[in-house]
């Protein structure tokens, strides 16, 4: 099985490249410049070039806040690019693996969790731009699979545990909204069920998350606890942050489906940060 990796760079594409690395497995992951995902003649050369069997689609902007001014560097990332490497896929037979986001919804669900069959409502620019990156993918290939994810976390710099345990050097008082809930997801589970989703010859759109949920404040908690630092942490509304796009406040997904399908039983997010803290995800990148 051959692959191909767009957005080298993030978090989610380390974690298969580190994977592929350790399986012996032959795959490709082009930095930007040889693979401008929004220019669809780059996209069609290196997919005629090197013919994988499998896209992994981690490129994404996922500047929520910016997006709300830069709508169209958001929706040239997360639409225009998408509909190019389906294309693409669809005209070599691939297999189109690509990641979407749990703000397609409004977050005024009452009866439980988010799944697939819920209807859609973003609330910002961010959301909007993946909303539409997701539907570009299923109406141009064939063979796609999309999975949304929520609040990712890996090893590196780019995820909220991160920029958690950076405030503790300078601030010994924190405030982390209480009113905002989802499912943090790590990547190292995002890679196996995403693997085995491939396995088993999985296509459509799909929730893929840890199991459970929790506020942003309660995971602030569990990390800080996981990682021994003890800090002051208040609960505080996300309104109080004054941010530029407006969030919603509950958007946990629930993996029911994906996990009953591919027969696999998924980590809670509590045994998926306890992972990440032990294998030193702070220090690895």
């Given at each position: 099985?051959?692959?191909?990796?767009?957005?080298?760079?993030?978090q989610?594409?380390?974690?298969?490249?580190?994977?592929?690395?350790t399986?012996?497995?032959?795959?490709?992951?082009?930095?930007?410049?040889?693979?401008?995902?929004?220019?669809?003649?780059?996209?069609?050369?290196?997919?005629?070039?090197?013919?994988?069997?499998?896209?992994i689609?981690?490129?994404?902007?996922?500047?929520?806040?910016?997006?709300?001014q830069?709508?169209?560097?958001?929706?040239?990332?997360?639409?225009?690019?998408?509909?190019n490497?389906?294309?693409?896929?669809?005209?070599?037979?691939?297999?189109?693996?690509?990641?979407?986001?749990?703000?397609?919804?409004?977050?005024?669900k009452?009866?439980?969790?988010?799944?697939?069959?819920?209807?859609?409502?973003?609330?910002?620019?961010?959301?909007?731009?993946?909303l539409?990156?997701?539907?570009?993918?299923?109406?141009?290939?064939?063979?796609?699979?999309?999975l949304?994810?929520?609040?990712v976390?890996?090893?590196?710099?780019?995820?909220?545990?991160?920029?958690?345990?950076?405030?503790?050097?300078?601030?010994?008082?924190?405030?982390?909204?209480?009113?905002?809930?989802?499912?943090?997801?790590?990547?190292?589970?995002?890679?196996?069920?995403?693997?085995?989703?491939?396995?088993?010859?999985?296509t459509?759109?799909?929730?893929?998350?840890?199991?459970?949920?929790?506020?942003?404040?309660?995971?602030?908690?569990?990390?800080?606890?996981?990682?021994?630092?003890?800090?002051?942490?208040?609960?505080?509304?996300?309104?109080?942050?004054?941010l530029?796009?407006?969030?919603?406040?509950?958007?946990?997904?629930?993996?029911?489906?994906?996990?009953s399908?591919l027969?696999?039983?998924?980590?809670?997010?509590?045994?998926?940060?306890?992972?990440?803290?032990?294998?030193?995800?702070?220090?690895?990148?």
């Open positions: 099985m051959k692959y191909l990796i767009t957005g080298k760079n993030g989610l594409a380390r974690e298969f490249i580190r994977k592929f690395e399986q012996s497995n032959d795959f490709m992951a082009p930095d930007e410049a040889h693979l401008d995902i929004t220019n669809p003649g780059k996209v069609a050369a290196v997919v005629r070039e090197y013919r994988p069997e499998v896209i689609n981690c490129a994404a902007y996922n500047l929520v806040d910016k997006a709300e830069d709508n169209r560097a958001a929706f040239a990332v997360n639409e225009l690019g998408p509909k490497l389906a294309q693409a896929a669809d005209t070599h037979k691939a297999v189109l693996v690509h990641f979407g986001s749990d703000y397609v919804f409004d977050g005024l009452e009866n439980g969790l988010y799944t697939e069959q819920d209807g859609t409502g973003p609330l910002n620019e961010y959301g909007k731009s993946k539409a990156g997701e539907q570009q993918v299923l109406k141009a290939s064939s063979k796609a699979l999309v949304r994810l929520s609040w976390f890996g090893p590196g710099r780019q995820n909220f545990i991160y920029k958690l345990n950076e405030w503790t050097k300078t601030t010994d008082y924190l405030k982390i909204a209480c009113d905002e809930f989802s499912v943090p997801t790590s990547t190292a589970t995002v890679v196996e069920v995403t693997l085995e989703a491939l396995a088993q010859g999985l459509g759109k799909y929730h893929l998350t840890n199991s459970g949920y929790c506020s942003r404040y309660e995971w602030a908690k569990a990390a800080l606890a996981g990682l021994g630092i003890r800090k002051f942490v208040r609960p505080v509304s996300m309104d109080s942050f004054n530029p796009a407006k969030r919603p406040k509950f958007s946990a997904m629930s993996n029911d489906r994906i996990a399908l027969n696999v039983s998924i980590p809670t997010l509590e045994e998926a940060v306890r992972s990440f803290v032990k294998r030193g995800g702070l220090t690895s990148e």
